[in-house]
């Protein structure tokens, strides 16, 4: 999905003068670059200025239920990112959010993903993505809001349909993420879509699953474009095709009669876990996040 004016990546060259440790250290193209996949110390002993990415843990997809409906994707973790900050010489704890578990069992929703945090002298904190609603007969679970809400389980009989969570909760400007879509009621009952860093999932349908919203692209860690934050898909009956994924690390849901558990989304993406679907009841977990760092060498 092309950048907008309502994306949060910015682009800037950093100022020289650092010098710091910490993570995973890299070079390329004038800048010295460090990621952390798990948590861990940033030494900066001489500041400056840095160019900085916190993705957040993403929630779990939610499972369907035996001859009900499908569950929720789960939403993407809040991604936040900074161009040009200054930080001064200091040991930064660089918090790594864990994705949310996956939904398993009869009508189980899926776990809340876990925050990233880059506690410099404003802590930055990147919000977990929303757990997806698991699938019900007649009374399908809401999605969870989170830094991308997690997507509403599908209904198969009577009943409101579930609603997807809010995104960027809580609200950051640029916004971090955007919110889960409806689960559907009725024949098909597919859940709703997790939503991802650049939109809002999919609704449900009675034909097909609500796809996860995408991320966004960033090139922090190697120079090159790479995406993050997508929402999970949503799992559901056995019309239709899978549901997709969002780009950056959503998992697909699961659909009846096509698997019975669904992958997880991908690690260090901060990419929403997939619905499971009616009959095979499991979702998938979401994936984990990730901080990368970087700044003139």
């Given at each position: 999905?092309?950048l907008?004016?309502?994306?949060v990546?910015?682009f800037?060259?950093?100022?020289?003068?650092?010098?710091?440790s910490?993570?995973?250290?890299?070079?390329?193209?004038?800048?010295?670059?460090?990621?952390?996949?798990?948590?861990?110390?940033?030494?900066?002993?001489?500041?400056?200025?840095i160019?900085?990415?916190?993705?957040?843990?993403?929630?779990?997809?939610?499972?369907?239920?035996?001859?009900?409906?499908?569950?929720?994707?789960?939403?993407?973790?809040?991604?936040?990112?900074?161009?040009?900050?200054t930080v001064?010489?200091?040991?930064?704890t660089?918090?790594?959010?864990?994705?949310?578990?996956?939904?398993?069992?009869?009508?189980?929703?899926g776990?809340?993903?876990n925050?990233s945090?880059?506690?410099f002298?404003?802590?930055?904190?990147?919000?977990?993505?929303g757990?997806?609603?698991?699938?019900?007969?007649?009374?399908?679970?809401?999605?969870a809001?989170?830094?991308?809400?997690?997507?509403?389980?599908?209904?198969?009989?009577?009943?409101?349909?579930?609603?997807?969570?809010?995104?960027?909760?809580?609200?950051?400007?640029?916004?971090?993420?955007?919110?889960?879509?409806?689960?559907?009621?009725?024949?098909?009952f597919?859940?709703?879509?997790?939503?991802?860093?650049?939109?809002?999932?999919?609704?449900?349908?009675?034909?097909?699953?609500?796809?996860?919203?995408?991320?966004?692209q960033?090139?922090?860690?190697?120079?090159?474009?790479?995406?993050?934050?997508?929402?999970?898909?949503?799992?559901?009956?056995?019309?239709?095709?899978?549901?997709?994924?969002?780009?950056?690390?959503?998992?697909?849901?699961?659909?009846?009669?096509?698997?019975?558990?669904?992958?997880?989304?991908?690690a260090?993406?901060?990419?929403?876990?997939?619905g499971?679907?009616?009959?095979?009841?499991?979702?998938?977990?979401?994936g984990s996040?990730?901080?990368?760092?970087?700044?003139?060498?």
């Open positions: 999905m092309p907008g004016a309502n994306k990546v910015l800037a060259a950093s100022s020289g003068g650092m010098e710091a910490g993570g995973t250290e890299t070079e390329y193209s004038g800048y010295k670059v460090h990621t952390f996949l798990t948590t861990a110390n940033f030494v900066v002993a001489s500041g400056g200025e160019d900085f990415m916190v993705v957040a843990g993403a929630g779990g997809g939610a499972s369907g239920g035996i001859d009900y409906g499908g569950g929720g994707g789960g939403g993407a973790g809040g991604l936040r990112t900074s161009a040009a900050y001064v010489p200091a040991t930064y660089i918090t790594v959010g864990g994705g949310g578990g996956a939904g398993s069992g009869d009508f189980v929703n776990g809340q993903g925050d945090v880059a506690p002298d404003t802590s930055i904190t990147s919000a977990g993505g757990y997806g609603g698991a699938g019900q007969e007649t009374s399908a679970n809401n999605g809001a989170g830094g991308s809400g997690g997507g509403g389980g599908g209904l198969q009989h009577t009943g409101s349909p579930a609603t997807g969570g809010a995104g960027n909760t809580p609200s950051t400007s640029p916004a971090q993420g955007f919110a889960g879509a409806d689960g559907f009621r009725g024949t098909g597919f859940g709703g879509g997790g939503g991802g860093a650049s939109e809002v999932g999919e609704t449900g349908s009675a034909s097909v699953g609500g796809d996860g919203g995408d991320g966004l960033n090139l922090y860690r190697t120079g090159s474009n790479v995406y993050y934050g997508g929402g999970g898909g949503s799992g559901g009956g056995s019309q239709g095709p899978k549901s997709a994924g969002g780009q950056g690390g959503g998992a697909a849901g699961a659909r009846t009669g096509a698997g019975p558990v669904p992958a997880p989304g991908t260090n993406s901060g990419g929403g876990g997939g499971g679907a009616e009959q095979y009841e499991y979702g998938s977990a979401g996040g990730i901080v990368v760092i970087r700044y003139a060498s």
